[in-house]
């Protein structure tokens, strides 16, 4: 898990975002060319680790009911990748599930590959060419490539 002060450098390595202090200790990064009323990207970045980056209408993602998903646990790269989703959704009024399809390469501790691949509206796992696991929606996908203890690779097709 990064550290507050880890998170902190990599969301403050985004010159849009703009820091604000809230109670607590806590830190909000607002995104002030937004093209909507919601601004805040990353919500209650607390010392502990713990904070949420807005992902509302994102494909790809299952917020709670504000919109948010949760970034204690996220890696470098998810976390950049979350923040830049998010900056790139309030700064466009096209519809995501437009944009990209998802690939990425996730990888276990023996070195097994599996390919996440989004695919007519499912998210798909491959072990090489062979299906391994179909899924509607791309959280139950990470959930249970997570729980077979594969982690998404920095080498994604993308």
């Known amino acids: 898990m990064l550290t507050f002060e880890q998170k902190q450098k990599i969301i403050e390595s985004f010159p ?3 820091r604000k202090e ?3 200790k806590r830190l909000n990064y607002h995104y002030e060319d937004s093209l909507y009323d919601k601004t805040i990207v990353v919500q209650h970045l607390h010392p502990n680790g713990n904070g949420y980056v807005y992902v509302e209408g994102i494909s790809g993602y299952t917020p ?5 998903v949760n970034i204690r646990e996220a890696s470098e790269s998810e976390l950049r990748r979350t923040i830049e989703d998010a900056i790139r959704a309030l700064s466009t009024e096209e519809q995501w599930d437009e944009e990209e399809a998802v690939e990425e ?3 276990n501790g023996q070195g097994q590959k599996l390919t996440l691949l989004e695919e ?4 798909n796992i491959y072990h090489g060419y062979n299906l ?6 791309y959280g139950e996908a990470v959930d249970y490539l997570k729980e077979e ?3 998404r690779s920095g080498g994604d097709l993308k």
């Open 64 to 68: 709670d009911e504000r919109g948010l």
């Open 149 to 151: 203890r594969f982690k």
């Open 105 to 107: 390469v996730w990888v």
């Open 16 to 18: 849009e975002l703009t």
């Open 120 to 123: 007519e509206g499912f998210f």
């Open 132 to 137: 391994e696991e179909s899924f509607g929606d």
């Open 22 to 24: 809230v109670s607590l």
